[in-house]
């Protein structure tokens, strides 16, 4: 973990997804002037996607690659980087390598990386370059393009389903599949999903059976409501805020959610309550953040603050207030305090002034370490466009196909990629490790002044 050590805390798991969390107790001791501070990280409780039929419970490795395998679903998700951003904050202590293999409008079969040549050499693509990268995941994202060919091509996608994930077993890697999301109904004059969402359900369905057979993880993507609703998003048409541009192609809110339903499956899911509680000269008990060097100074306390892993993405602002803002929220309750209007800093910049009956509870959703995983998050972003560049170059007829006789010579420039993909990789395993930051409590009046 490039020598950086993480801080460890007790969590509250809701279900166990991957493993029982380690507990490590934090004992302080602080001298204080009676003044009693709660300080609450709370994130809001994430619904459980159906992580089906799998063996044992799945676990990321430290040092594990992740390639993920697809159509659109797969495509769209680089330039976003929600998934592999979350996968990575929720691994501090790990690190794991992200490759997106995913073309648009693919297939089971590999039919759009053909090229010019035919589906077999489309799918000989497919193998060498999911081969070539040595995964130990792989996360497979096929079922909407395929569906469009409906009941008639079923066994067709069922028998190819089977030899790709036969071709798949060959790197030994564990092997997580997604089914397909619904068609979204979006209202006139785009067409009733109805009819489509039926195919979709036949195919989630092999989908579901393939991985009851192999005993792979299956995630169930075909409920996408971020607040919980019963309601699936086929009827009635979403009026507000929808999770796609055109029913079937995710826009960044519906990333936001669906790569979070992956995530839950892929790694812990915690509520996400962090807790300090301090008192006089009673023992700390910490809660998912460790707090050193509090003390007195004039009018207020200081303390250093540092969470066990950094918060996930923010929902995108179309989300914003659809019960989606507080989620990764921290909670700041300041109790004990004295009358008087009192200035919260972060890092030396000022927060918040507010009365102290007002701390008695604060979200706070767009604090440094907030910003450090949307920094984080362009990295990601960053990275994977570099790669996309290496193994799809938009000129690759002219660089390895048949007219490599007029600028195959520029081949040699590719693999240049390779370094500056590199780079950014260092950079995110320094970023992904959570800083301390100071909190200062500073009373500025008196009632009444």
């Known amino acids: ?46 619904t459980t996607p159906h992580l089906a039929f799998g063996g044992d419970p799945f676990e990321l490795r430290d040092g594990d690659r992740i390639v993920l395998i697809g159509d659109d679903l797969i495509e769209r998700n680089q330039k976003l980087g929600y998934l592999e951003t979350q996968l990575i904050i929720r691994n501090p202590d790990k690190s794991l390598i992200f490759r997106n293999l995913g073309w648009s409008a693919d297939t089971v079969f590999g039919d759009s990386r053909a090229g010019f040549g035919t589906r077999a050499d489309g799918f000989q693509q497919l193998k060498s370059h999911v081969l070539g990268l040595k995964p130990s995941v792989i996360v497979v994202g096929y079922g909407m393009s395929d569906s469009f060919a409906g009941e008639p091509g079923l066994l067709a996608f069922e028998k190819g389903l089977g030899t790709l994930l036969d071709t798949l077993e060959e790197s030994k890697a564990s092997i997580v599949l997604l089914g397909p999301i619904e068609h979204e109904s979006l209202g006139s004059p785009l067409p009733n999903p109805r009819g489509h969402n039926r195919s979709l359900e036949l195919y989630r369905d092999v989908l579901a059976r393939a991985a009851q057979a192999r005993k792979s993880p299956f995630v169930d993507l075909s409920q996408l409501d971020p607040v919980g609703a019963e309601t699936a998003l086929e009827t009635p048409a979403r009026a507000e805020a929808p999770l796609t541009s055109n029913g079937i192609h995710l826009n960044a809110k519906g990333y936001w959610v669906v790569d979070t339903k992956i995530a839950n499956a892929l790694s812990y899911e915690n509520e996400w309550k ?22 007195s100074i004039p009018n207020g306390i200081r303390f250093e603050g540092r969470l066990q892993r950094l918060p996930d993405p923010s929902a995108p602002k179309d989300a914003i207030g659809e019960a989606t803002g507080d989620r990764q929220s921290i909670t700041l309750e300041y109790k004990g305090l004295k009358p008087g209007r009192y200035a919260l800093k972060i890092d030396g910049k000022p927060v918040r002034t507010a009365s102290a009956d007002e701390w008695g509870n604060w979200r706070l959703t767009n604090g440094p370490d907030h910003s450090q995983t949307e920094a984080l998050r362009t990295l990601v972003n960053e990275k994977n466009r570099l790669y996309f560049y290496r193994w799809r170059p938009q000129n690759e007829t002219y660089l390895f196909g048949f007219r490599k006789h007029e600028q195959g010579n520029n081949a040699r420039e590719i693999p240049l990629f390779d370094p500056l993909v590199e780079a950014k990789e260092k950079e995110i395993a320094r970023l992904r490790v959570p800083v301390s930051h100071v909190y200062e409590l500073i009373r500025e ?4 002044q």
Do not use: Q
Request: aromatic share 4%; with cysteine.
């Open 1 to 46: 973990m490039d020598g950086v050590p993480v801080p460890k805390c007790e969590s509250e798991p809701t279900k166990r997804i991957a493993r029982t969390p380690r507990r490590f107790p934090w004992r302080l001791l602080v001298n204080h002037y009676a003044l009693r501070v709660v300080i609450l990280l709370a994130g809001l409780a994430l």
């Open 274 to 295: 962090c807790s300090v509680r301090l008192n006089g000269d009673e023992p700390v008990a910490s809660n998912g953040v460790e707090v050193s060097g509090l003390r």
């Open 445 to 448: 009046s008196e009632v009444g």
